[in-house]
């Protein structure tokens, strides 16, 4: 293989990664709240407190792969509507402001109390009194909040592909399959951070809610894993069926330096292995009706392999992708 | 077809590459690090090294290359600060001042025209030697290439070299497929097409 510089590095794979996790995060706090409220409540805290982290320091090491990262400013005074990067400049942050705006709601008192709300006057010219929110209006609040965030994680997800896929000088970024399957990817991841968490904290003694949380976090993770298999497969396909340069940038993900951590990284251990454990863990349910099988080891290890599996698919997919090139220069 | 670059009454700067006078001794490379300055280690252009055959019929064509100052630019498209423009004759430029190094234009670049100026902390490649056009003269490649494969000039004047070059023989561009509408016209080399 001719030498190839990586231009784009580990520190875009971070940033695509943490994006994806912080998307996920916050559409499953926000679903859980939707789908269950009191019931997944813990889910929906643990979804709002993880959120804004792993998108910041993705943008931090976003900067730092700058050669001037201290001018990034430059992408903030301007809007470049064909540059995905400045869409997503802009998406980022606005996304950001939503997901700490939500994580303060989904404080634990006392300090939620920080955030207040003023009150009406009770006559004019009297001073207004801020009182922090009550319970009904935090509620409300995280309902608000969670659905105007929803769109917005969704297009972060999106975008992290979108990024890649916008360039048709790279074949193996230039395809539809890239924005799906890494938008599919940020759900599972974010909702494998949410699991892994979950499973490390100390469960509060006598509590069945665990069985309903991992009911529903089990179900939509197994929802999801197979709607990336189910999007990698005609990939695979149609790209092997298409022009020079997309078959053989197919080809680097088949026989190279690529294929062992794709398909033993990503496929194996990132899809396949958490769906088999996901897939015993619900099978009672399935089968006879019975509660979910529960055990948090074996929750911590199939969220784990979702994460491991999420970063080895971005590392593969920006590197490889680097490497797939439109069919060589001939004589004419 | 009516492709973007020709529009009468339009300055549009173009090179016209003939492979077959290339000798590969790379005198343009020389004369444009010297001209522009490029770091070291660093080109804004080089030569494609083409082998055809089977031992003994052997053949090796050379293609020069540079930034192509494509008409449909995908650097441009994707620079999330501006910073690669294009100007009214066709320039595809980078302003040094602007460019934050996000390198997403390197990503975009069909032909991996740019690189890194660690020396800026910005990214660089092939300006048709702006500076120079505006003085009136032509990009120190052109001047120095001895073997005269490259042709330089404005494609929407019939009098000027490159237009009649066109207009004589037949001529292809790299990746078109790219969609970025490229501004370098290579004359087929009649030499090896079999
Ligand atoms: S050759 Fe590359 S750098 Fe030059 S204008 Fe075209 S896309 Fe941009
Ligand atoms: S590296 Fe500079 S010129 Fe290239 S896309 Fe980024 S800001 Fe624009």
């Not at chain 1, 996790?21 to 679903?31: N, R, Y």
């Not at chain 1, 979950?198 to 976090?217: I, N, T």
């Not at chain 2, 494509?70 to 650097?75: A, D, E, K, R, T």
Request: charged share 15%; net charge positive.
């Amino acid at each position: 293989m001719e030498h190839i510089e990586f231009h784009w590095n580990a520190l875009i794979v971070f940033y695509l990664f943490t994006a994806g996790v912080s998307a996920g995060a916050f559409f499953v706090s926000g679903l859980a709240t939707y789908l269950g409220g009191e019931r997944y409540k813990r889910i929906s805290r643990i979804g709002a407190l993880i959120a804004p982290w792993p998108v910041m320091l993705g943008l931090l090491s976003l900067v730092f792969d700058l050669t001037k990262p201290f001018e990034f400013w430059w992408l903030f005074l301007t809007v470049q509507a064909t540059s995905p990067m400045s869409i997503g400049a802009w998406l980022l942050t606005l996304f950001t402001v939503v997901a700490l705006v939500y994580f303060l709601l989904w404080f634990p008192r006392p300090w939620r109390d920080l955030l207040k709300a003023p009150q009406r006057r009770s006559a004019p010219n009297t001073p207004r009194i801020w009182k922090p929110l009550d319970q009904a209006q935090i509620n409300k609040a995280r309902r608000i909040v969670a659905a105007i965030g929803a769109p917005i994680s969704i297009g972060v997800g999106m975008y992290t592909g979108v990024l890649l896929g916008a360039v048709p000088a790279r074949p193996l970024w230039n395809t539809p399959m890239v924005a799906q399957l890494f938008l599919v990817s940020a759900m599972s991841t974010g909702a494998a951070a949410v699991l892994l968490i979950a499973a490390l904290l100390r469960p509060k003694a006598g509590h069945d809610y665990l069985h309903e949380e991992r009911r529903f976090l089990v179900s939509l993770d197994i929802m999801l894993i197979l709607v990336e298999i189910f999007i990698v497969t005609p990939f695979f396909l149609h790209q092997a069926l298409s022009t020079w340069s997309s078959s053989s940038s197919l080809r680097i993900l088949l026989g190279g330096p690529y294929t062992l951590l794709f398909w033993l990284g990503f496929v194996l251990l990132g899809l396949l292995a958490p769906l088999a454990i996901e897939g015993f863990e619900l099978f009672p349910v399935v089968w006879r009706e019975q509660a979910v099988r529960y055990s948090r080891l074996w929750a911590g290890l199939s969220a784990t392999l979702v994460l491991v599996g999420g970063a080895v698919l971005r590392y593969v997919i920006v590197f490889a992708g680097q490497v797939s090139h439109f069919l060589p220069l001939y004589t004419r | 077809m009516d492709h973007p670059n020709t529009s009468p009454a339009k300055t549009r700067w173009v090179f016209v590459m003939e492979p077959e006078r290339c000798i590969d001794c790379e005198a343009c490379m020389i004369s444009c690090s010297v001209e522009n300055e490029a770091p070291l280690g660093k080109h804004r252009n080089w030569i494609v090294k083409i082998d055809k055959g089977i031992y003994p019929n052997l053949s090796t064509t050379f293609l020069p290359e540079n930034c192509h100052h494509c008409s449909n630019p995908p650097c441009e498209r994707v620079c999330p600060t501006g910073a690669t423009y294009r100007r009214e004759d066709g320039l595809v430029l980078v302003d040094f001042d602007k460019c934050i190094g996000c390198k997403y234009c390197m990503m975009a670049c069909p032909y991996d025209a740019r690189f890194v100026n660690e020396e800026k902390k910005a990214v660089d490649k092939c300006t048709f030697c702006v500076h120079r056009l505006d003085a009136g003269l032509p990009p120190a490649c052109v001047e120095t290439c001895i073997g005269h494969a490259r042709h330089f000039g404005n494609i929407n004047d019939p009098e000027s070299e490159v237009a009649k070059l066109l207009a004589k023989h037949p001529y292809y561009r790299l990746y078109e497929e790219a969609g970025s509408e490229p501004a370098i016209y290579y004359i087929y080399s009649n030499r090896v097409i079999e």
